[in-house]
């Protein structure tokens, strides 16, 4: 009974573990067929428990990543002192630039103007001084004629006294007194004229030359900074 007790435990042993393995593998191949038949949600969380474990951690690790935001990467050479320097006065550069040409744009349309009317005026000028000159022949000429006549004049009211026609010569001489009086004041009036006109031409004379020489001062000063 005890021989046929020991052989007998081993082929319920066997069994017994043939019965285990059947129904391990009968539960992976029912739990195969159950995930088979479930149906995919949407859901991204669902997902990813349906999903076996490395393809889940995979997954999760790709959104934190997503999640992270990327960094542009720096330029060491763009964020440096001299760079933004550099960069700080181009910038300046350029606004000086653009101001310096609207000035002298400016400047030049100025000075354009200046020298049209300055032309006009010399114009209007070199005109007076020529009809002035024409005048001034034309009087000299008169001036001439007339101090013809006061010679003739007082050589009538000579003769006149000469003669013993008293009356007539007072009244000669008399009048002879009264245009020579007249021409006279003219002649003051002209001489105040000359004496206008001549300090006006050495007002200019003199403006032009200071002008000559602050330009030659500003000349030699700029030079004198280009050469520094």
């Known amino acids: 009974m005890l021989r046929h007790f020991r052989r ?3 082929a319920s042993a066997r069994r017994g573990m043939a019965a285990v393995r059947s129904w391990l593998s ?11 038949c479930v149906p995919v949600v949407v859901n991204s969380r ?8 490395h393809k889940t951690v995979a997954a999760a690790f790709g959104v934190t990543l997503c999640a992270v935001p990327i960094a542009q990467k720096s330029e060491p050479h763009s964020l440096s002192n001299e760079a ?6 181009s910038l300046v550069t350029d606004s000086t630039s653009t101001f310096l040409s609207q000035t002298t744009y400016a400047l030049i349309e100025a000075i354009t103007e200046y020298t049209k009317e300055e032309d006009e005026v010399w114009q209007v000028i070199i005109g007076a001084r020529v009809e002035m000159t024409s005048k001034q022949q034309e009087y000299l000429k008169l001036e001439t004629t007339w101090m013809t006549a006061v010679g003739l004049s007082e050589m009538a009211a000579e003769a006149a006294y000469q003669s013993g026609a008293d009356q007539a010569s007072i009244t000669a001489r008399n009048h002879i007194q009264l245009v020579k009086s007249q021409v006279q004041e003219v002649r003051q009036l002209s001489q105040k004229a000359e004496t206008k006109l001549a300090e006006a031409q050495t007002q200019e004379l ?18 004198y900074l280009r050469e520094d």
């Open 8 to 10: 007998v435990r081993p």
């Open 26 to 36: 009968r539960s992976v191949v029912s739990f195969f067929r159950y995930r088979q």
């Open 46 to 53: 669902k997902r990813l428990l349906i999903r076996p474990w």
């Open 84 to 89: 933004l320097m550099r960069r700080a006065v």
């Open 206 to 223: 003199h403006q032009k030359s200071q002008g000559g020489r602050d330009e030659r001062a500003d000349q030699e000063q700029e030079a």
